[in-house]
């Protein structure tokens, strides 16, 4: 979606504006790259409440009003969905700590807010995104871009811009906009996914293989699996608890696109038979609450054999 300033009119006295002109002019290139593309508008105003973004527009030029909640109204009224962006912005909030103010609870109580921004370009706001949690609402990562992606990020290092990763049943306009007000996202940022337990557990699991889940061992021995990460994101691991009878690494880091080495060793030389062991650590940069990350289990099936 183009998301244009609808108050930032510097030559309004010399060009009138269509704000539905952006999207008739971008949307013969994006349907010829097989991009879906939305009408949307920012809507810039002082904080509070700030600035705000709406996509699946019918008419922008309705929401070209001069009080910000008939702006708001407008764009409720066409069943858009709006966001609230960078609610820590320095431009707004000097210190760079998003506050909630009464206008947003108006907001919220009219139906008018679907999500915020939990990121926007080099920013994490750990406010917002603990406002989505207890109000249930949307989590967005945004670049806020206003130049070509390639002046801001260095692809050639890894950079990446802030993504909104939507998980749509389909790939139509009206399942990504029904995934939006369901609150199925998960931000993509830096190394790091920041969304709900409910979404980042099968990301994980189904982005790790253990090559070698049956592994034998002998008793007071060690072994190496060999883990495999699918995944565009280093997993950073620590051990959450000790596992009784095994050392295993305090720490890990699951690179992407790699395989690594796990050692287990037993700790006992007395031991015999068959056990499923389950280790436990926290995905320290899958985020699904400002200090908590993401719970997680690596499991293999043992066996143990007499040594040599």
Known sequence: AITDHLEYLPYKDDIPANFNRSYEI????????GLFFFRGAEITR??????????????????ATEKWED?????SAQKAFIFWNHPGWRGQQ????????????????????HGIEVVNGDEYYPEAHRWCLEKN???????????????????????????????????????????????????????????SPRFLTPIFQQSISIKNAEIELAPGGRVHLQIHNASQVDYELELTEK???????????LYAGKTV????????????GEQRLSVPYTVNN?????????????????RFVKSD
């Open 243 to 253: 596992v009784e009878g095994f050392d295993v690494p305090q720490s890990l880091t």
């Open 286 to 302: 899958l985020k699904v609450a400002p200090d908590e990350g993401l719970s997680a289990s690596l499991t293999f099936h043992l």
């Open 26 to 33: 971008a949307r013969p290139s994006a349907e010829s790259l």
């Open 137 to 195: 609402l949307t989590m967005m990562g945004n670049s806020d871009i206003h130049d070509p992606m390639a002046m801001r990020y260095d692809f050639s290092r890894g950079e990446h811009r802030p993504l909104t990763l939507v998980l749509a049943k389909e790939r139509t306009e009206a399942a990504i906009r029904e995934a939006l007000f369901d609150r199925r996202t998960v931000v993509y940022w830096k190394n790091s996914l920041i969304g």
């Open 46 to 63: 002082p904080m509070p409440p700030g600035h705000l973004n709406a996509i699946f527009l019918e008419d922008v030029d309705k929401l």
């Open 261 to 272: 080495p796990f050692a287990v060793r037993s700790q006992s030389r007395e031991v015999s």
């Open 71 to 75: 702006a708001i109204q407008a764009a």
């Open 94 to 113: 000097p210190d760079g700590i998003a506050r909630w103010y009464d206008e947003h609870t108006m907001l919220l109580e009219k139906g008018w807010l």
